[in-house]
């Protein structure tokens, strides 16, 4: 289906559920949606409607169509009477037309962005000068329609200066800016200079509890929704049910801030809220439309690892996340034992990160070595048969909860805290940061709860 299709099947879904369920027409007044996010005739059709609602009457297909400037009114009926025929029309809750609103928002701000891309390309050919091609992004941002979204401004926020400098360097012939997946949270992406780059392999290790499935699934989750980068999460431990759980949790905390639906309840479904259902069916519709695929790979052998990953790269996706290393299977099938058997199955992964030039970030036990030090940060070394691990991975970032190692959770000093240490960094610095466990929703978030608007603002100036 192409972009246009797209859009117009949302236009017709939009003006069927309000047709269908017409106390939802309030409601849509208060979205302001712009007559220019809609085709014409669509258009015509909203203004009579919203005509209804603003003369006390109830729109009918007779009544709408009476409104619209057109000969035929028969047909202009008939119309309105299929868009009210579409099965997903009929089911209408307020999160579901919420969520269409914001798709045709998202569709015009990208069309609008596309259309400022290449003036911008022309401008800078023509020399136009930096200033006045910030000046021109900065219009359309501050005049964006997304204002209840959140995660989209992020995304036009955080991409505007490294898109600037992309089509400076496309203009002028200089060479392409690599492109990196960030992680999502700005101080670990800054140690890691930006992000993941391709044809590389990172190891994520802790101890078990100690964050690498948690790690893994926020920065999966970062990357293709903040900046709609294609992402695989490969799962070998962790169910698919539990990590649908843990996903939607984690997607509904980031579109309704402090008012997300926490995990805990989605394992009583019976005790949900019909408020917290709304939540859950926007924040699953925005799991399906973003470029994130949930893989479940248990029992996977390196080679069969392999086909997946070669499948899903030709879809477009190019940062694997894999939890986790040590239970990937021999190519005979085995589970490995032997230092030579774990030897293999990291050196499959860093071959195939480097043959399919993709990102590839693996999660990985470590030791107990860590519990009879003062320190209890693990280092490359307490990874459990590390030795071709350490060689093979580009970098190396260790997880640690204190808490985990506290006395009672009384006697803790750093509750909800989780270290991050980069150990081994080939292209970056090595160093540690801290970062806050939200535990209600799974999610990670930087310690001074500076918000990632806050951080892309700060970013553009």
């Excluded at 619209?68 to 119309?79: E, L």
């Excluded at 022309?122 to 959140?150: F, Y």
């Amino acid at each position: 289906m192409g972009k246009n299709d797209k859009k117009v099947l949302y236009e017709k879904l939009l003006i069927g559920m309000v047709m269908n369920n017409p106390s939802l027409v309030p409601k849509l007044a208060e979205q302001n949606l712009n007559r220019k996010l809609l085709t014409h005739h669509h258009a015509v059709l909203l203004d009579a409607i919203l005509d209804c609602y603003i003369n006390g009457q109830t729109p009918t297909p007779v009544l709408v169509a009476s409104k619209v400037p057109s000969k035929d009114k028969q047909k202009v009926h008939q119309y309105i009477e299929s868009l009210m025929a579409i099965p997903d029309t009929k089911s209408v809750t307020l999160g579901n037309l919420e969520y269409c609103v914001n798709v045709l928002k998202q569709m015009y701000e990208m069309h609008a962005m596309r259309s400022l891309a290449e003036q911008t390309l022309s401008a800078v050919e023509k020399d136009g000068g930096v200033e006045a091609i910030k000046a021109k992004w900065m219009d359309l941002l501050l005049s964006s329609t997304a204002n209840d979204e959140q995660v989209r401004r992020v995304r036009l926020r955080k991409g505007l200066g490294q898109l600037i400098v992309q089509l400076h360097k496309r203009a002028t012939g200089e060479e392409k800016q690599e492109l990196v997946t960030p992680t999502g949270m700005y101080e670990l992406d800054e140690l890691l200079n930006g992000g993941f780059r391709k044809g590389t392999l990172t190891y994520v290790a802790g101890r078990p509890g100690n964050g690498k499935s948690t790690m893994l699934l926020n920065m999966a989750l970062n990357a293709s929704l903040l900046y709609d980068i294609p992402t695989a999460v490969f799962t070998l431990e962790m169910p698919m049910e539990e990590l649908l759980i843990v996903m939607l949790s984690m997607i509904s905390e980031k579109l309704y801030p402090n008012e997300g639906v926490p995990s805990m309840r989605l394992e009583r479904p019976e005790l949900i809220t019909n408020e917290e259902w709304v939540k859950l069916v926007r924040a699953f519709q925005t799991l399906k439309h973003i470029p994130l695929y949930l893989v479940d790979c248990d029992g996977a052998n390196i080679s069969q690892l392999s086909l997946l990953a070669t499948e899903y790269r030709n879809l477009g996706v190019d940062s694997f996340y894999v939890d986790y290393w040590q239970l990937i299977r021999t190519p005979r099938g085995l589970m490995p034992e032997k230092e030579a058997e774990f030897a293999e199955t990291s050196e499959g992964l860093r071959r195939l990160a480097k043959s399919l030039d993709a990102k590839f970030i693996v999660g990985a036990q470590v030791n107990r070595n860590n519990d009879n030090r003062d320190n209890k940060i693990p280092t490359m070394r307490d990874i459990r048969n590390s030795g071709k691990a350490e060689q093979d991975a580009h970098r190396i970032i260790t997880l640690h909860f204190p808490e985990n190692y506290a006395p009672s959770p009384q006697e803790c000093e750093r509750p909800n805290e989780l270290d991050v240490a980069i150990v081994k960094n080939r292209r970056g610095r090595t160093g540690k940061i801290v970062l806050y466990f939200n535990k209600e929703y799974g999610l990670l978030e930087n310690m001074n709860k500076k918000t990632y608007v806050e951080m892309a603002e700060s970013e553009v100036a």
